[in-house]
């Protein structure tokens, strides 16, 4: 066991209670409640697996969660099976083909978009829906499989209590503007560089 | 539907059959199965619901996973009854007492932080476990309620297939160091900002 003397432990039960009176007022000041859009974007690891999080904390709070795959999809990954014992309550869409160099087709490809946004659309008018997750729809944006200025006028438009997470690299500054919460998943060093694979669990 | 012209999409298709090359280059050259350290950090939201995603993908593919969780405790948060659902495929164990700033009692937080370190021991040795989520292990580290060389040893020292994923603001540098994976997780917009409050499924 660590030795703490006394001196030390008065310190940080001063310094804490400080900290606390801080902590306090700031919560005090919030009070708005709303559905935000929360984008995950960046190079690093953890945009789609954070949304993901976000959907178990959702379900875990009792609430129904819908998820939309636009690129993804030519490959399962481990959220799905485990999302099924959730039943019902989670409503899942995979509308990608898998990614731009896979299919190499673009008119395929903005195909799939379109239908994942029709999707998306029919989700946020479900009052059933507390989260609803638009996996990787930054990509889809990114190329302009989609256009922005509507896609980010039907979010706007969303009833006001919906949570939207929206994941993928290269956000277009637009959205982040339209956005609540950003979040950029810096990558300060990766696996991948150290030559490990893709692996189970970790990656898919 | 958006319209495409057949110069665009040959262009589009030859831009994607050079990218798929090199990608296949690049998944051809990584060739090592290992258990990994990942570390999130940062002051973007994220760190935690990540490390619970990548849970989730770890169930997904039918292997158990352990949860330590270092700091919270004090409150409950929407991802424990939500992986209820597996069963005795999670261990969860909250050790933590709740934030520094609301026990305000060091020697209370040090005996918290060896009692969660004895736990997250005792599941790096158990070969069933495939991912070992130690939720806010950064947060006593940098307070120095644990030794820092001592925790890395032991991370070290694990298993060679067993993933450990680490969540908290301010990881230790030599922390990183020994990590495989890291990421900062980087706050571009919080919606805490602009006065919104904490609400069910989004902080808990």
């Keep these: ?12 039960q001063r310094k804490m209670a400080n900290r606390k009176a801080v902590q306090d007022a700031e919560v005090a ?27 178990l904390r959702m ?16 490959w399962e990954t481990g959220e799905r099976p485990a999302l099924e014992l959730f039943g019902d309550r989670v409503e899942w869409h995979t509308m990608g083909e898998g990614f731009t160099w896979e299919t190499q087709d673009l008119k395929r490809d903005v195909a799939a978009a379109e239908r994942a946004w029709a999707k998306a659309e029919e989700l946020m008018a479900d009052p059933t829906i507390g989260l609803l997750l638009l996996d990787e729809l930054n990509i ?10 509507a896609v980010i ?19 277009k500054p637009a959205l982040i503007e339209a956005a609540d919460t950003v979040t950029e ?20």
Tied chains: 1, 2.
Excluded: C, W
């Excluded at 039907?154 to 690299?169: C, F, M, P, Y």
């Excluded at 893709?198 to 898919?204: D, K, L, P, T, Y």
């Design 1 to 12: 066991m660590k030795e703490i003397d006394q001196q030390e432990a008065e310190r940080h």
């Design 29 to 55: 000041e919030k009070t708005i409640e709303k559905g935000l859009i929360i984008v995950n974007t960046g190079p690093g690891k953890g945009k789609s697996t954070a949304a993901f999080g976000l959907a």
């Design 59 to 74: 379900l875990g709070n009792g609430r129904r969660v819908g998820v939309v795959q636009f690129i993804k999809g030519a």
């Design 140 to 149: 889809a944006l990114r190329y302009d499989y989609l256009d922005l200025d």
């Design 153 to 171: 006028a039907s979010l706007k438009a969303r009833r006001e209590d919906l949570h939207v997470v929206i994941t993928g690299r290269n956000a």
């Design 185 to 204: 998943m810096t990558l300060v060093k990766h696996h991948f560089k150290a030559g490990v694979k893709a692996q189970s669990g970790i990656e898919f």
